[in-house]
Each structure stands twice: as C-alpha cells, then as structure tokens.
C-alpha cells in the first residue's frame, strides 16, 4: 500500500492509541482509540455468548458498559437488536418520542445515563453473527459521512481481534490486512467446506481454518486454497492432514 | 437486433429492480447480460470495502483462474485506476502493458487475455466500484462497447443503492455492507455444496442459482438456509452437473 487508505489511518490511530498506553493492541485499546478519534464518548464490543444473547468484551468506559449491560437487563436495545441479525442501527437523537417508542425500557434510562446518540454496527462474516459494535455520543446528531466509514473500519479492525480471540490467536503484530485477510472468496468456500468435514457449525469452521493458518504462520487465504483443491483436508480429530 | 436486445436487457433489469431482488443474483444477471449483449470474453463486477480493497461481487465464470485476476487488481491494474480515478480505463494490448500494471498485465496476458477495459460504477461523486471486461484479442473493445458497458455499471449502481432511500450516506454504507455480507454468506454456502456432493465450488453455484430461481427463493435466502441446514440440498442433486476436474 503506498498511499495512505482509510484502513491505513485507523489502522495508525489503533496502534499509536496503543503504543502511547504501552499495551499491545487490544479490543479494549481499541475502543478507547475509537472514543477518542471520533466525535463520541464511549465504544463498546458486545458478541454473542453460546445462548446467552449477549456479553459486553469491552468498553472504552464506564458509560458504555453501563448501557450495554442495560441492554441485558430489560432485554431490548439496538445492540441486542443487531446481535440477533437486524441491521445497522444509527440514532440520531435518542431524546425524542420515536426512540421511546422503538425501546421503551431502554431510552429513557440511556438518555439518564447520558446518552443523545448512538451508532450500532454488525459485526459479520456471512452468516456468522460476530458481535455489535457500538458508539455512544453525549450530543444529538449523525455521524458526518467520513466518520462514519472511519467508524466501519474501526469495527472491521475489532471484528477480527474477536475472532482471533475466539480462534486463541495472538494479537497481530503489523497490519492485519494480510495474512489474516479474510476478504478473498476461498476462504469463506474453505470454511463451508470444513463445516461438513468436521461437522460443526460454519463459525467453529472459521474459527478452525484462522487457528491453523495461524499455527503454520502461513496466510489464511492459501490454506483456504489448498482446502478448495481438496489438497488438505480437516479432520474431526483436530488436525489437519495433508492429501486426500 | 443488438438494440432490441439491450432495450429487453434494461426492461428486464427495471423489472428485477421492482421485483424485490437478490443483490447477488441481479448482479450475476447483469455481468451474464454484459457477457450476451457485448462482444467480450469475459467480464466481472468489483465493489469496494470499507478498507477500499475491491471485492468480487459477480464474474462470468466462477473460475479461481479469473477470480484471481479481479483480486489481484488490489494491487495494480485497469480496475484500480478506474476506482481511485472515477474515469473509465482501457488498454488495446495487455502484452505491452506490464510497464503500467507490473503485476496485473502479465497474469492477464498469461491468461489468455489480450483487450482490457474498467468502467467506473459511480454514485454522484462517489466511486463504489468497477465493471471489467476482457477480451482474448487486441484492439478489442469498441467505442459502443464501452458505452454501453457504462450502462450496465450504471444500472448495476442504481441495483445497488436504492436511490429513494439514500438520504443519508449512512444508507449507501449499509447497503454497500450488505452486499458484500451477501457474496460471503454464498460462497460459505457454496463450500458446503460442494464438500458434500463433491463438485467444485463454480458447479455449486450454478446450482444454487437455478434451484433458487426454480424456487422462486433469494439467492441469499436460499444459502442461508443451506448453512442453517434449514433446506434438504439432496432435493436437486439428480440435476447435479459432474465436477469439473482441475478449475
């Protein structure tokens, strides 16, 4: 990459964010770097939890934590909203009749709280439901349009540092974009693949696939490939064998 | 005959956008429409991400060979001009272009391609993504061809983004995202197909569209619901085409 993208920058926030606090990258440095790049005051990460419907990974502060497990406790909220498959949630305003009608338990404690607006983004990989990530904001108002995409891959970023969480992956040390890209199509036909070879679910198939090319330090999307060619295959016994 | 053609092909595509329709499908539709109305050897539909890496939406043949010439774009190539430029991008003869595109001219070329062209898919002053045509000879693509090749990026943006109900940027990003999500969730769907009926992921595509389209179900719908295990995918394997050996 020789001009600087959008990824690049937040990718640069995340880790200087880090760096300054003396900690590797984290979920939890991560969301603080986001509260302070863009115009809100806390960030949260909140994923599924076996049937539990949610569980808060990390917060930027005490705010966000407080409403998110809000959220739990009166069992309706715009992330529990998205972390049951609805789409993007971006409130405005959160003081106003309309959102008392869409939560009625939930807004006027938020608004108590502090909270004018707030911006839930999914966290997906197909049809894996990752997590929401979600900003909170002490003033009305929308995102502005390049925040808003700064946001998007602020959540991109935090996506990836919850499945390498789940796949027990270490966190990565440069740009992740390129060992653990997972943007190229052989690796989402890799993982349906290893679904039905070992017989699990489509995201323990992920997980599987990005511990291994973690293990072997060789990028995910040519381990994905070898599995296309049905040069490697995955068994239930937890390894992966090479031929068929 | 090419224009009653190509007015069916847009009324068709008019009536796709009211219908309420798959975003993948429409997009398959549209690069299989490229592929019928223009003289070219193959063509392909790439989107941009929120980390600006261009993302295969839809391709002519599903094959890894070609798919890897559209991704490789993300480092140089037609596709990439056209994106961070907005301007449509050509060139006659690929074997001489290995000075502007080091990485992309040679694999295209070694691919049998000799013609290239990258038509902008853009939103107002925003650039989304590319249609990209190929053609196996040089000096290939004419002047109609590329017009309407615009046409159909154009048409392509408009499926895309429902324009009524883009007030806010916050939309176009969330539909941008959505269609994305919506190409992950088929290929997950597609590796499935093909690890239990041993067929390569391109012939488990062909077979999710024409069950779908049979079905009258949403591509999507329809491989989510082959990853919940919701949908009995033994119901079509009697029409299931051999595996091609080697793509």
Partial sequence: ?244 | MADDRLTRTFVELADTLVAGFDVVEFLHMLVDRCMELLDVSAAGLLLGDSHDQLRVMASSAENIHLLELFQLQNHDGPCLDCYLTGEPISHPDLRVAADRWPMFAPAATESGFRTVHAVPMRLRSQVIGALNLFHTEPNALAPEVTQIGQAMADVATIGLIQERALHHQHVLVDQLQTALDSRVIIEQAKGIIAERHGIDPGAAFTLMRVYARNHGQRLTEFAAAIIDGTTAITKFLPSAPAATPGV
């Fill in chain 1, 1 to 244: 990459m020789t001009e600087t993208t959008r990824a690049d920058r937040v990718w640069g926030v995340v880790t200087a964010y880090a760096e300054a606090l003396g900690v590797p990258v984290s979920l939890r440095s991560l969301c603080q770097a986001a509260a302070a790049r863009l115009p809100v005051s806390a960030v949260a990460v909140s994923v599924r939890s076996g049937r539990v419907v949610s569980e808060v990974l990390c917060a930027s502060g005490s705010l966000s934590r407080e409403l998110e497990e809000l959220q739990l406790t009166v069992g309706e909220g715009p992330s529990l909203q998205v972390l049951v498959g609805g789409p993007l949630v971006l409130v405005g305003d959160l003081d106003c009749a309309e959102s008392q009608a869409r939560w009625p338990l939930f807004v006027p404690a938020a608004v108590q709280a502090g909270a004018r607006a707030l911006f839930a983004l999914p966290l997906r990989v197909g049809v894996i439901r990752v997590g929401v990530f979600i900003l909170y904001a002490d003033h009305p108002g929308q995102l502005p349009a390049e925040e808003l995409a700064e946001a998007w891959v602020f959540a991109e970023f935090a996506r990836r540092l919850v499945l390498d969480e789940q796949a027990g992956i270490g966190t990565p040390e440069g740009y992740p974009v390129d060992w653990l890209s997972d943007s190229r199509p052989e690796v989402h036909q890799a993982t349906g693949m290893i679904s039905v070879q070992l017989g699990v679910g489509i995201a323990e198939a992920f997980s599987r696939l990005r511990a291994r090319a973690f293990t072997e330090g060789r990028p995910l999307s040519t381990v994905a490939a070898e599995v296309v060619a049905r040069r490697r295959r995955f068994d239930p016994d937890h390894t992966a064998r090479e031929g068929v």
